[in-house]
């Protein structure tokens, strides 16, 4: 009986001495030790995969020269993984793209350079450093070449269908002095003049066998990745359902052949914001047109519709998949 006791006695001081060194233990570090063993099994990353043939507006891309797989893995790699931009991309170009994709089949112009407008400005009204403006990033004086309006009043840069529309023309003139969509490209970033010049000096015909500063020797790389993104986004982690795309303007428009003494006063005639007009318009850059050779100029007004953006995005299918994944 006593030896039964004292074994008793002995799993109680063991069981409390294992329950105080339990309950003593640091919370932080058991907290550590659960966070660090989540991580390792929870935490994955992979590196995308590469297209096994990829060509730009038809055009072949060598991809069994190394650097030029690596510099596109490279470009891939920013993308896939810089999250908030790239969604950003995905959100704006169900808008835009709409918009953009007929006005370069219009003009002869491959689709694949619907992609340059989302590597130069997000798709989104922007000023560069060095000044060039809009969706396509054009400064003023390649922009008034091609027949846009600037100066302090209008600025057409800023105007989607213009502005493609003058980049259309570049482009044009750029293919017609190389003889191709991917130095056309390239030239777009660098200037026609400054890429014949290197293709003189380096003796070479095809883009991808320059050498060129980063900004430029990336430019192809970075549309090129983007292009790749967008025609498989499940590949690269991406999977949006419609509702969360940003959907398409709808308006009307008003001929205005002339004088607006104030922008804001047209705006609460037509029963809408200033906010909106400008939103709609936004190249209007200042509060009133003198417009003293009675241009006509188009003015959208948002329909009623868009005043209910929200519930309008709640109404939208939730299909998964985009940009040619659907």
């Known amino acids: 009986m006593r030896k039964v006791i004292l074994s008793i006695i002995i799993f109680t001081i063991v069981g409390i001495g294992i329950t105080f060194l339990t309950f003593s233990k640091n919370p932080d570090e058991t907290l550590k030790d659960n966070y660090t063993l989540n991580y390792k099994k929870e935490y994955k990353i992979f590196s995308p995969p590469l297209p096994t043939h990829l060509n730009f507006c038809g055009e072949s891309v060598p991809l069994d020269t190394f650097y030029v797989s690596e510099q596109l893995d ?120 400054g ?71 047209f705006a609460q005639k037509h029963h809408i914001s200033y906010r909106l007009l400008k939103e709609f318009n936004p190249w209007l850059r200042a509060k009133n047109l003198s417009n003293p050779h009675h241009k006509t100029y188009l003015i959208k007004i948002p329909d009623t519709k868009m005043f209910k953006y929200q519930k309008m995005r709640s109404k939208m299918n939730t299909k998964t998949g985009v940009f040619g994944e659907q």
């Open 74 to 193: 490279r470009e891939i790699l920013v993308n896939t993984y810089w999250h908030s931009n790239s969604l950003l991309l995905f959100k704006r170009a169900n808008r835009w793209l709409p918009v953009i994709e007929p006005i370069l089949k219009e003009n002869g112009i491959p689709d694949d350079f619907k992609y340059l407008a989302l590597i130069e400005s997000n798709l989104q009204n922007i000023t560069s450093p060095v000044g060039a403006k809009g969706y396509w990033q054009l400064m003023k004086k390649t922009a008034q070449l091609y027949g846009l309006e600037v100066n302090k009043e209008v600025d057409e840069r800023y105007d989607v269908e213009k502005s493609t529309l003058a980049a259309c023309k570049y482009l044009q003139d750029a293919h017609k002095q190389f003889g191709s969509w991917t130095l056309a490209a390239a030239s777009y970033n660098m200037g026609m003049g």
């Open 195 to 265: 890429l014949n010049n290197r293709l003189t000096q380096q003796k070479v015909h095809s883009y991808y066998d320059l050498l060129l500063n980063d900004e430029t020797a990336r430019y192809l790389y970075r549309t090129l990745a983007i292009k790749v993104i967008f025609e498989t986004p499940s590949k690269y982690g991406f999977t949006l359902r419609q509702a969360d795309l940003y959907p398409e303007l709808k308006y009307h428009t008003i001929e205005v052949n002339s004088t607006i003494n104030s922008w804001l006063l």
